[in-house]
């Protein structure tokens, strides 16, 4: 094959379908899933962080599993793409045991914790059979540098469309006073059970989306760089010493991992910051729009950091998307809340709200914040198949699978215990799930409002946290060295090998 095919543009759009699949529903969990089990779901804090650390032990560990399978595998679908097509469908419906609430107040917590437990492991396990497949496939659709950035950017750019549909769509779906909500009202159910009612119709349709889309990009993209046909000759623990010992990958992966960590404590924060911090009502239109535009702004600026990461040096350009993301945190950090009792803008007029000064600040934030994150999304990610070439390189074995798996081993488990930690934190701080049965009273209280140490801590942690962890992932990109001039030559010397067996 000649290694210098041009990826037409039909082919990067359906090949980005699959990132798009993946995030609908990714964003949906991302940044509803710890708020609907503490506030639909009635799980305290602390146990929900139990849920997410074991669980994303269970589906880092399956990961690695699911690389070195992939790597493995001969089929007519080829290596990655056979998983992604019948795996589409099981991975949409175990998205709808998520959002099932199927207890009342009196029900123990452990229940509920065993029940979110199993359902997020299940979950994991499906997403993990189509989405480290699919991981692999940029090494296999071409061994180009700058092509994989290309690739990488159209598929941010779906991927970006498909967490507007999972992180706004969604919430305009699912909840208080939303469409499918209110229709179970109408239709007899009490306030709260029409709630519970319009989370799981909006993950069926959600899980529908998603399973169709997965399909259709593992049906459309084509394998070209497969490498050697032999079997990795390794066994895992070997294969995973002899990953340690490259200094590159060590870096690239700790690159990798800490930009997606910031990247997802902005997700799972992010709607307690606007409901908490600020007083917006979380279902409200208003909160949809924040929600939106970083990622509105962020599929456009994607095309921006592409263009300058194919004049310069990939991490580089990183670092000005850091420090253009933290510029718009800071200013979040410093957004005003409303005044007065919490929620007054859930019966605020649209005009009243856009003239305050909070929205106006907060729009200002967002916007420069969907600016940079782009590039902290696309410039890590295009980073990562560049070590596959130099696994062959070193040790004369090409391992896309499990090069993939590892990484997303080590994301997952790290992912785990930061949202564990977050959630802890939420806890500690005196943050209060909802419904709660007040021991005074024994009602059952609904109430949204939190204390003013919980608001600040959310905010804090908000704003904060994530530019420390990226301020972590800049060392980490320059310590890596994998710059386009050593890219070429290994890419070279790969080719000569080749010609000389």
Known sequence: MDNSVK????????????????????????FYLLFFMVSVGGLKPALASLVFLISKIWDAVTDVWMGRISDNTKSRFGKRRVYMIFGAIPFGMM???????????????????????MAYCLYNTTFTIVYVPYNSLTANITNDYDQRS???????????VGLILGAALFGLLAGENTVFSEMFVEAGYDKFEAVKNSYLVS??????????????SGFAVKERYTGNEEKNPYGLFKTLSQFIKMKEFRYTTAYYLTSMLGFDILLALFMFYIQDSLGYAPDGMLAMIFVAIPLVVAMFSAVVWDKLSAKKEKHRVYMFS???????LIIALLVPAFKGEMYQSATASMEVLLSSGTTIVLLIAVFIVGCGMSGIQILPYASIPDIVELDEYTYGVRREGAYFGVQSFVYKLSNGIALALVSLLLQVFGYKETPFLNEATGEVVYSYIQSQTAQDAVRIIFCTLPIVIFAISIICAFKANMGRDRFNAIKEELAKRKINR
Do not use: H
Not at 95 to 109: A, D, K, R, V, Y
């Open 7 to 30: 990826i037409k543009g039909k082919e990067k759009f359906f090949y980005g379908l699959g990132d798009l699949s993946a995030n609908i529903l990714l964003a949906a969990a991302s």
């Open 322 to 328: 850091v420090i253009l993301t933290s510029i718009g």
């Open 203 to 216: 993950s069926a349709i959600f899980g529908l989306l998603a399973a169709v889309t997965m399909m259709i």
């Open 95 to 117: 998205f709808i045991l998520l959002w099932l609430c199927p207890f009342n107040i009196e029900t123990s917590q452990f229940v509920k914790m065993i029940y979110y437990l």
């Open 150 to 160: 290309s690739l990488t950017t159209a598929r941010i750019i779906l991927a970006n």
